[in-house]
Structures are given as C-alpha cells and as structure tokens.
C-alpha cells in the first residue's frame, strides 16, 4: 500500500501526538528497509522510523507467517479429510467425546 505524501504527512502527525501521551504498538510484515514502498518520500519514511524507533522496544518474530502456516495446515488437512468442520482445534463431531458424569464440565443433577 503505497500512501501520498499527505497522508504520510498526516500520519506522522497523529504518531507524534499519540506518541507524547501514551504507547504505540505497530505490526508489519514489512521491515523497515522497505518501508520506503508505503512512504515514497524518503525523508519523511525516516522520520517516521525515527519516531516510532526512539526509545522504544522492537520485538521481532521472525519470518514465519504464523497465519500463513495456519492457513496451509488447514487447507492440507481439509483436503485430506482430517477436518470436518473446517477447525483445528475442534474434533470433528463423530470423534466429539460427551462429559461423562464425573467430569467437572458435565451439568450436575440437582
């Protein structure tokens, strides 16, 4: 997404006032190297940079799309039929097991 001028102008704007009273946390699949493709003038992608950098913490995840794994594990088990209902973390409703009447989570006769 590529932004003009005016609205990296205005964004730097709304970052340098959040910035004065409280935190800020952004998230990019982008590092700051190509930032640069978003805010075209370069300046002012440093600016930005600057700003959001000073005296801040940067927590890096790595390159591996959490989402994108996600995404293909599912997709590989909907194709294999593992899943029924489209979950990872759902059984499917013929494996679904019914609380026995010891367990904590089954409604208790009064």
Known sequence: MELDRRGAELLFQVLTEREERSAI??????????????????????????????????????????????????????KTGELTDGSPNRPSPSTRKEPDAQSPRAPRAR
């Open 25 to 78: 946390a952004i998230a990019s699949n982008e590092p700051f190297s190509g930032w640069t493709k978003t805010f075209t003038d370069p300046r002012l992608c440093a600016a930005i940079v600057d700003r959001l950098t000073f005296a801040g913490q940067i927590i890096e995840t790595g390159t591996v799309s959490y989402r994108l794994a996600h995404a293909r594990r599912q997709h590989n088990a909907h």
